[in-house]
Each structure stands twice: as structure tokens, then as C-alpha cells.
DNA sequence: CACTTTCCGGTTTTT
DNA sequence: CCGGAAAGTG
């Protein structure tokens, strides 16, 4: 890369006060920050002084990467001396998440939480993180109602809304708890009033101006009103010929919400103490409480301080982590970078106002922190604050980013609206491009028009042929030279995962294509088509296994329906093939993993969705002895839950990669393609169905209320109040538009934007001028159609890549490979229970859970695990893969105990037999798993077999890769 | 043309 | 069950 400009010299040279970046897209963002802290490193600070937190985990690994690169640079360059310190500062980088910081804060010091809170219980260190959100939601489901029942009547008519909408109040209570509001024993932290009443004049205000923007002829207001009225059956309307009155106003916003305050105060403390009780903890909670350690003890802040502070997608935080960030620093150093205009993060709390809004929050902020006593050991006034500005793009040409930018630009509809857009660096893009020179009239932005959605994904497949294979496309290469598109330089961003499966399963087979992020792959024609053998191989009287089947081959709707009829008798009807494949598929019904991959060979199917259901499959059958009719109802309960499942990501470089714009902030990619920019669906119109609303204005609102009609008639039903208040949150520039935004500056030469319902934004940024789908026509024999689905042939199409488990290869005596497997007895099924449950506690026991059980086994595995101290990292039961090119093969298994030092790799395994026979069979398995993991980490291994029911141990040097090619060998032979 | 009624479709997801 | 947009109405 060349040098940097001025404006990122700039920026990076100014180390010392609080500092706002405004960094669009591609405009070298991350080369800024890591210039910046290794220029506060050359200037002697410590580098356990500086602290850097980012919000992934990607993007932490690699601001580290590329500040240690640096410092390796500046330590070629310089004198023993320093040479020292460099080598020591690269050793003790502060980067890292957010979460993770906070996490370290909140297990250092549980007690610090239950002192504050007042609760008797305390977190311990190793509470557990719950990751997973339908949990939590159960947990707090529980909890609350629990609570409810409790104290049923205490809180009048709120109470019935909320034990109705409990999912809604754990919602919100998360929502307060990113904007830095909590429960106290008595009353709420930091007011003295009630922090969810908003701020009524502010709403007052809005819905006044409101009023005063309003059509002259009719009042909007007025009218609105009246309809919720006419809806829920209340007698009551207002002129529509005058404006919203003023007492109107003041009904509407000061309505009496005491109650819903107080119950929603009860149930949020009840939740953290019984949280912190059972030693339970959530991402939100995680943020809250390190925020009250750091708050209430004056000890572990100033331990914790920093003298500089960085923080990359500022735009993502939300304001309990900006008062953290206040808290953490010892002197007014804070540097924040980000880009509100790639602000997608709103759902999650995220408060793009923290940015746009910085001078203003920060000095209130920190006032609010030193309220009784000094927590923030400095000052800082608005007008210290310095803002300063990326304006370069290195990436898109400027048709693009003009683009992008008329994305967000809103018909302002008032003359002051439109100066603070001014003021925001909105009206006209604050960023110009460096590329148009290199780029040339390499470049496009084009609109699609499709008659419908199947023709749109059409026209999706035939242009990706058309970039990668037509002439006139040039990608520009480093050189400045051009090269012809491939496959790899597109990428397909759209607004919802079912759009980007959609597409994936139309280009499929025709298109190299890989697909980013979790799928329901059991819905997938891979998952049902197994699910379909499964059951027929079950039971040959499936019926629905058997019409699946037979729908996916080329048979015509009206034989299949007469093989299904001619089933009531027999299955002579079926045709012989099917047969003949059930019968060779029935004698693999006992090695699950076979039996799935060979469904899939017989189709000829090997791709990603087909490993990761073979993978799932596998996993859970070696977890707990399934059997078929398991696998079975797993899948089925899948499928109807809509289970989904990350589908391991092998891009191959080459293939089109599909993914959601919220996946693709932070990448660029040669040419894009969004697809679906439809009414309904872009901008997406789901609303708010929430039963609670919370808002820094509005505070905490409830959309429903109880109307009583004289006689102890009372409806619950929607609140006027609340829907006139909403209104006043409509805000101009929505999520949506800034979505849009990310997903064309992704683009550094060409951008496709299609739609078959134009919506908008489709509107708007074309301008009305798209063009017809179908004008484009990519080679034909370029066009791979895929094949109508072929019936599956047995044994004449050899399977591209087969997947084979670890076990299948090995070979335990009365197992002839290939041949039927032994009979499992009730003895080997207890054997293998009680193998099962050994694993699961080392399990529980490497990841620093308690463990009940206690027999010798576990005693041997502690003590095992005891010796391993020094590791660097212990990972249990990990998947993974062993290619075998030549063979066509890959073998996978799961590791037991994978222990990573600096210098090399440690596989152990639980055995749990009563001898060594088979220890032959076993130095094998871990050999596997020992190339693998070296292959992985490009360390040399060493094999462990741990006997934990004879206390031994055997370690060894892993076997030569060629034996276990010899293993795989024969037991292809004998397939 | 302006307003009302009916109809339709239905997220995003790291830590 | 809600809001947007098409269809329906005067």
C-alpha cells in the first residue's frame, strides 16, 4: 500500500485528548488505528497502558495481527535497546472485545456485585456465560413467571400486560440494561426520580412540531387518534380541523405509568438476583455488571485503567459501554472510530447517537459518573472534543459511492432538517474517491426490473455468468493492470437469509456459489432426501419416505401416485432400483455415518450443506448411541423448529459468495449484487409487534392498556397514548437506508441492483430508470443447467469426496470392515453409557465446570488434567477433517482433549477398557487426529491414550500418515 | 384525485 | 397483529 494521506497522518499523529474519527467506508480505517497505537507505543508508553476493544472477535485478531506486523518492522529498524522493548510490547497487547473485557472484569470480581445489588448469593468464577438467546429468553421466562404469581395484585392492571408479554419485557429490560438503567434494592441507579419516565417534554415538543408540519388542510395528528379510537370502540373524537390540542398533548404524554414502573423495577431486580444466584450469566447482564464494578469500587477501576484508549465501529456501542470507556481511562485519552452511516446494529441495542452525539453525551456523561464521588479523574469539555475525518476511498469508483450516498439522502422535507443533514456530512458524499483514475469506465451501477421472483433469480445467475465469463468486465489488479472477473470477485448481498438461500439453491450446480451463515439445512432437498431414506430404510412401508424418494427422481407425478397406491399390497410396484438401493442401504443401518454418506453418494452429492448434515448427524449418533428412528425424529423436530446450523464456510475463492449485507459490513468485494431491493422487503416493513416500548424520549411505554367500561367490563387493547408517542419516533434516516448504504459501498467497480417489486429505494435510486431482465445472455455453454434431479443409480457413480469416520477404519476383532457390524448386547451398550458419561464430565471438567460424578475414572482424569497446566490452551471434543487427496477421501472424527502448546500439539483420549487390546486400533485413531490437528496448526503432535480405568497412559509419536492411507485403502476396497 | 378499505406478508445476529 | 401498499370508492 502506498503512504498514507494527510487526513490519516493526521489522525494518527494525534495521540494525546478525546478524538472522534469519522471514517467512511473504505477509507483505511483499520491502517489508521494501528498506525495510531503503534505511534503511541514509539512514543514510550507502555503498551499495557493502551487499550484497543473492538466489537468481534475477527476484527480484534486481526487489529493485533496487523499492530504486530508493525512493531516487527520498527524492530528490524532499530538498536538492541529498543529492540527489547518492542519485542515486549508486541508480547503484551491490550485488544480485544468488549464482551470479553467484560467478562474478565465481572469473573475477577463477583463480589463486587452482590455487595452493590445487595444480594446474599454471588456469581462464582466460573459462571457460566449463556450464549444462547431462546434460553435465555426460557430462563427469564420462568423467573418471571414465577415472580408474577408471587406477587399477583400487587401492580394493578400493568401486571396483566406484562405476564401476557413476558417475552416483550425481557426484551425491553435488555434494552434498558444497554442504556445503562438498573434496579437498585430501592428505587433505580442514578436518578432520583424514575429513569423510565423519558422525557415528557421532549415528546410534547415533537408532537407539537409534528402538528405544525402537518398538511394545512387536515391535521394528521387528530385523525390518527381518532382511528385508534374508532378501532378499539371508544366514544370519543377530536376535531380534525384544528391542530392537536394542547391538553390532548399532555394526557397523552404524561399518562400515569407508576405501575408498570414498578413492576417492571421488581421483576428486573428479581431477575439479576436470581441470575447472580444461579450463577447465570447473559451478554447483557455480562456489560451491566462490569459497568457496577467498575462503578462501586474504586480499587479494581484504577487497577483496571488505561492511559490511552482506542475503540474501532464506535457506531455499534451502546451507552453503557460508552461510560465504561469513560470509567477505564486515567486520563483524557480516547480515540473512537466508526462510521454512523454503517450503523445496522440498532436491533441490538446498538446507539448510533453515541457517535453522532459524542460532544454533547460525553461531558453529561461523565458529570453523571461523578455525581457523589470522583470516578472520572479528568475533564472535558465539548469544544475539547477534536473531530476529525477520513475522507479518501481507496475502494469504490465514484459512481459507486455517489450511489451509496443518495441511499441515505431523504427528501428533507423542512429547510432545518435538511442543515442538520448538512451538519451530519449528508447532503453530498463526504468522501471522494481515489480510484476513478485507475478504475476508468470500469465501473457500473444497474438497475434490474424482473417481471417476478423466480425470473429475478434468473437474471441473478445469468449475470454472475455474464461478469465472470462475458467480455468487458475488467477487474483492476494491484499492478493497475485489469484481469478478467472470476467467480470469486462477486459476492450477492441481500436483506434476509431466506433470499440468500433462495438464490444458493437456484445457482447451485450452475455456479460455483457458496453461501455464508447458518441454515436450516434439514429443510434442504439434501436434508429431506435422507430424511426420506432414512424412514424408508426404516420401514419399508413408509409411505412418505418412499413418495419423497420417488418425487426426486424423473418419474412423472401420476406413476409416482400409482407406485404410493399399489404400496397398500406390496412393494413389487417399486421400482427395482429403489429397491435394490434400500436393501444395500439397510445393511449399513448400524454405522450411521456410512449409512449417511452413502445416501449422499448415491446422488452424487457432496457440498456443504450435505457435510454439515453429515456432521450434525454424526455428532449427535457418537454423543448418545441414536438409532435410526433418533435420527429420524431429530431431523423431524428440526425441520418443524427451524433448527438451524452453521454450514462450514470453505470458500474456495472462486465461487460466488452469498451472504446478508449485516454479514458483509467490513469486506469489499470486485462486483456486487443486490437482488431483492422489493416492496415489503427492502426496506423491510416488519414492525414492532412489542407489547413495550422503550426509548430515551419516550422512556417506558406500554402499547397495550385496560379500558374499563363501567361495570367490571374492562378490554385490554391498544394504548392511544402510546401510539400518538410513537409516532414521534419515526425517525428520518432509518436503519434501512444506512443497510442500503453498507451493501452498495461494499463495491469497488460494479454494482447489479434487482428487484421484481421495486420498492422505494429501488425507485429512488434509479432514478426510474432500470432495465428489462432478459437482455443478458451469458454463453450457453457456459450455463451448467443443472440436471433434472436424476434417479440415484447404485454403485456406477463413484462419489466425488467421500467422508468416512475415524471408527469406521478401525477394526475391533469380531468386525469384519464393510461386513454387518457386531451386535450390540446390553453389556457393550452399558460399556459404551458409561464411556458416554466419562467424556462428558472431562468435558465439563476442561472447561472448568463443576463435575458431581465421582468414581475413579474422573479422579484419573483430573489428575491427567492437573499435569497439563502449563498448556497453552485446552480445547475438548473438536471436529476435525483428514483429507486424503489421492483417495478421494476425507476421514473425520472428534478429539477428545486437544492441548495446544507454543511448540506443539497434544491429542488425548478417554478410553475406558479394562485392557490393551486394542491399543493397536487406538494409536491409529490418534494418529489421524494427530495429522490433523498438525496439518491445522503446523505444529508436530504428540498421541496420548489415556486408560482411565487402568490408569495408564500410552503416549507416542503419531503413526506415518502413509499406514493410515493403507487403512483407508482397504476399507474402500471392501466397500 | 383524495380518501378509505382490504389485503398481504412477516428481519437482521456478535459476543 | 401491524403497517404499508394495492384496490376500491366517491
Known sequence: MNAPNESQKRIAGTLEGFLVVDAGPGTGKTRTIVERFVNILEKGVSADRVLLLTFTRNAAEEMKERIKNALAEIYLSCGSERRRAVENASKVLQTGTFDSFCHTIVTEYPEAISRFFGIDGKLSRGAVLSENETLNREYFNDVADRFLFDRCGDYGDAEAVVSQHIGDAYTAINAMMSAGIFPLKKGWFGSESDPLTGDAEAVADKLRRNREMSNKKEYRLPKDVNQVFKDIGIERELPTDSPLPEDVITEAVEDDRTDLFRVFHDLYYHYIKRSVEDDRLTFSLTSLFAFVVLYSEKGIREGMSFDYLMIDEFQDTDSNQLRMALMLLDR??????????????????????????????????????????????????????????????????????????????????????????????????????????????????????ADNVSEETEEVVRRILDYATGDGYGILCDDGTFRRPSFGDIAVLCRGTRACIEIYEAARGRVPVFMQGDMEIMSTREGKLLLAWLKYVNNRNDRWGLSAILSDTNLAPREVRSVMDGMRSDDRCVPEMIREQRDYLRRKRRRITELVTSVFSLYGIDNDISHAITSVVSSAHRNSLLTISDIIRMMESDISNGTRYRVESVPDGEAVIIQTIHKSKGLEYPIVMIPRVDSRVFPSTVSDRSAFLFDRD??????????????????????????????????????????????????????????????????????????????????????????????????????????????????????????????????????????????????????????????????????????????????????????????????????????????????????????????????????????????????????????????????????????????????????
Open 332 to 449: 483524557p485519552n480516547l480515540c473512537v472510530v466508526g462510521d454512523w452511516k454503517q450503523g445496522i446494529y440498532g436491533f441490538r441495542n446498538a446507539e448510533i447517537e453515541n457517535m453522532t452525539e459524542f460532544h454533547e453525551r460525553v461531558p453529561g456523561m461523565i458529570s453523571e459518573l461523578n455525581d457523589d464521588t470522583e470516578r472520572v479523574r479528568y475533564r472535558v469539555a465539548e469544544e475539547d472534543i477534536k473531530k476529525m475525518h477520513l475522507d479518501v476511498n481507496y475502494r469504490s469508483s465514484s459512481e459507486i459511492i455517489g450511489c451509496a450516498y443518495r441511499s441515505l439522502t431523504v427528501r428533507a422535507s423542512s429547510q432545518e432538517e435538511l442543515d442538520t443533514e448538512r451538519i451530519r456530512g449528508l447532503v453530498g458524499p463526504d468522501v471522494y474517491s481515489d480510484r476513478d483514475g485507475a478504475i476508468g469506465d470500469r465501473s457500473h451501477v444497474r438497475f434490474v426490473k
Open 698 to 975: 419516550t422512556g417506558l411505554r406500554c402499547t397495550k392498556e385496560l379500558y374499563r367500561f363501567g361495570e367490571g367490563y374492562a378490554k385490554i387493547d391498544r394504548s392511544w397514548k402510546t401510539h400518538l408517542v410513537k409516532r414521534t419516533l419515526k425517525k428520518e434516516y432509518d436503519e434501512e437506508r444506512r443497510l442500503l448504504f453498507v451493501a452498495l459501498s461494499r463495491a469497488k467497480q460494479y454494482v447489479t441492483v434487482s428487484a421484481s417489486d421495486p420498492s422505494f429505494f429501488f425507485k429512488e435510486l434509479s432514478g426510474g430508470e432500470s432495465v428489462p431482465s432478459g437482455l443478458i445472455h451469458p454463453g450457453e455453454a457456459e450455463v451448467r443447467k443443472e440436471s433434472p434431479a436424476r434417479a440415484p443409480d447404485v454403485g456406477r457413480l463413484p462419489p466425488r469426496r467421500l467422508n468416512v469416520g475415524v471408527h469406521d477404519i478401525l477394526r475391533f476383532g469380531d468386525d469384519e470392515p464393510g461386513g454387518e457390524p457386531r451386535t450390540p448386547t446390553a453389556a457393550s451398550a452399558d460399556a459404551m453409557r458409561f464411556g458416554t458419561a466419562v467424556h462428558e464430565c472431562a468435558e465439563r471438567m476442561v472447561l472448568g465446570k463443576e463435575v458431581e460424578e465421582e468414581y475413579p475414572q474422573i479422579a484419573v482424569v483430573r489428575a491427567v488434567l492437573d499435569s497439563l497446566e502449563d498448556a497453552s490452551e485446552m480445547i475438548p471434543e473438536i471436529e476435525c477433517a483428514l483429507p486424503f487427496n489421492d483417495l478421494n477421501v476425507t476421514l473425520r472424527g472428534i478429539i477428545d482433549l486437544l492441548v495446544l502448546y507454543p511448540d506443539r500439539v497434544e491429542i488425548h483420549d478417554w478410553k475406558t477398557d479394562r485392557t490393551r487390546d486394542f491399543e493397536g486400533e487406538y494409536m491409529i485413531q490418534l494418529s489421524i487426529y494427530a495429522h490433523a490437528a498438525s496439518g491445522h496448526y503446523g505444529l508436530p503432535a504428540v498421541c496420548c491414550i489415556d486408560y482411565v480405568t487402568l490408569d495408564e497412559q500410552h503416549r507416542f509419536q503419531p503413526l506415518p500418515e502413509e499406514d493410515i492411507a493403507t487403512r483407508v485403502r482397504d476399507y474402500l476396497e471392501a466397500l
